[in-house]
């Protein structure tokens, strides 16, 4: 019997067989940001270990730092600026690359790794972050873990994990015009349930995947943990060579040639068997929006928001009827035409150049509605220089949006920045739980595409109507 590509991965790492499922793994690559870094490197100094491979270890300062310009260590997050001074400290003290605030390499973690060719097909990676899966987007296998593990990580180049379950996703057909990676992962999430994915190694396949971008994979593969999945990832492919080729941190020369030969093998075989699978018609497909607390409240932008009183399970039912009190709406509502606050470009679900590209090709010659606050943060500094270099921070100025320096900024809420109570944003990034972007808020996840067309329309609106895509 064949194997997938999960189980040729997992294989290639295995260290030890510890029973019960349960396996040593070896560890390529581990990830730290200061939110969580300090912490694991705390550890390690208090147990008294050292960092085996200094090299193998990367620092980014992206959760807690401000993306406003002229932006230091001070920080709006209580407590923030010693994160970030500790974190420092510990990782030059361990001989850890850091992507510091003011350096050109300064990003989100999960926009870093892979531009910088940190992140690898075949690789293993690891981070303190529930987002890295997204780098499962080049055909790496990684996932988030905890400070505690980070520390062991760090001390060992090994972790103990049980082995997951695998499935296979396959979107087929071709997408419609104005749909992307994230009207798919939301339409899997609300036809299959948050927790539709938990327990397994989520590959992404079919036809519709290997016509998307890398980066568009890296978007899919993001919100695989919303989906409750240990992990997403896509097969490498010509795609991804030529994508990594050139990296900063990818093989060079001889090296090269090497790995491209091996990741050319990095596919599931034709007879392998997964312990589930779910086949998507591209057809059914529509650019979506979320209209309640978890993403799988996730309807086409034509859809209304749905009536508790439809669904026999008095839990489900009951959950409805709170994020419905949450977000202010009532059964039947639709969502064209719902007035908004704020729009929100940025994360490491949305925030590289093609989507930035997307979402100004809405934006051009448009101004953003009054009464709407509208922000674009790049997701590295490489993002925002590249964009810059082709005018798109002017058309984002131009249109009313403040154009921000790379960070997660509001993606999530800290403690620092934040949209306001009672506020209704629609937002390119993964989670739309309640308070995720401040104490109260109403976060509507969408494509940066639907964020900028309702941005211009001060409502949510159907980008397909603006042109442009």
């Not at 090497?258 to 997964?274: E, K």
């Not at 101004?367 to 606050?373: I, Q, S």
Request: aromatic share 6%; with cysteine.
């Amino acid at each position: 019997m064949g194997q997938s590509l999960v189980e040729k991965l997992w294989e290639r790492h295995c260290v030890a067989d510890l029973g019960d499922g349960t396996d040593l793994v070896y560890i390529d690559r581990v990830l730290l940001h200061e939110r969580t870094g300090s912490m694991a490197l705390k550890g390690l100094k208090e147990q008294g270990r050292a960092v085996r491979h200094p090299d193998r270890a990367f620092v980014c300062m992206d959760h807690i730092v401000d993306t406003l310009p002229g932006r230091g260590d001070a920080t709006t997050m209580p407590g923030g600026t010693a994160f970030i001074q500790e974190t420092r400290a510990a990782a030059q003290a361990a001989g850890i690359r850091i992507f510091d605030i003011g350096d050109d390499r300064q990003g989100i973690v999960h926009v870093v790794s892979p531009e910088q060719g940190i992140a690898l097909p075949g690789a293993t990676l690891v981070c303190p972050d529930s987002h890295t899966c997204t780098q499962g987007g080049l055909g790496a296998l990684a996932w988030g873990i905890g400070s505690t593990e980070a520390a062991h990580a760090l001390a060992t180049q090994t972790l103990v994990v049980r082995r997951p379950k695998t499935m296979r996703v396959r979107f087929e057909g071709a997408l419609a015009p104005g749909v992307g990676a994230k009207d798919m992962i939301l339409h899997l999430i609300a036809a299959q349930g948050a927790s539709g994915g938990a327990g397994y190694a989520i590959e992404f396949a079919g036809g519709a995947v290997a016509a998307l971008s890398v980066e568009a994979r890296m978007t899919l593969c993001n919100m695989a943990v919303e989906f409750a999945a240990w992990t997403g990832l896509v097969a490498p492919d010509a795609k991804t060579i030529d994508w990594v080729r050139g990296r900063p941190f990818a093989p060079k020369g001889d090296l090269w040639d090497t790995a491209v030969a091996d990741w050319r093998d990095l596919t599931s075989d034709a007879d392998a068997v997964f312990d589930r699978e779910i086949v998507i018609d591209c057809a059914d497909i529509a650019p979506t929006i979320t209209w309640g607390t978890s993403p799988q409240h996730a309807v086409p932008l034509s859809g209304r928001v749905p009536d508790p009183a439809d669904i026999t399970d008095a839990t489900a039912a009951q959950a409805q009827r709170r994020a419905q009190d949450y977000m202010g709406l009532t059964p039947g509502t639709p969502l064209i035409g719902l007035p908004i606050d704020g729009a929100f470009i940025g994360s490491c679900t949305n925030s590289r150049l093609s989507d930035l590209r997307a979402a100004a090709s809405i934006l051009k010659g448009r101004k953003v509605a009054k009464g709407v606050r509208a922000i674009c943060v790049p997701g590295s500094m490489q993002v925002k220089a590249a964009a810059e270099a082709e005018g798109l921070h002017l058309v984002f100025r131009d249109a009313g949006f403040e154009w921000r320096e790379s960070g997660c900024s509001m993606c999530f809420f800290a403690g620092g920045e934040h949209f306001g109570k009672g506020q209704r944003v629609v937002t390119s990034t993964n989670r739309n739980f309640e308070n995720r972007q401040g104490p109260g808020t109403r976060s509507h996840l969408a494509s940066p595409v639907t964020v900028a067309a309702s941005a211009i329309a001060g409502h949510i609106a159907d980008p397909r109507t603006l042109g442009g895509l």
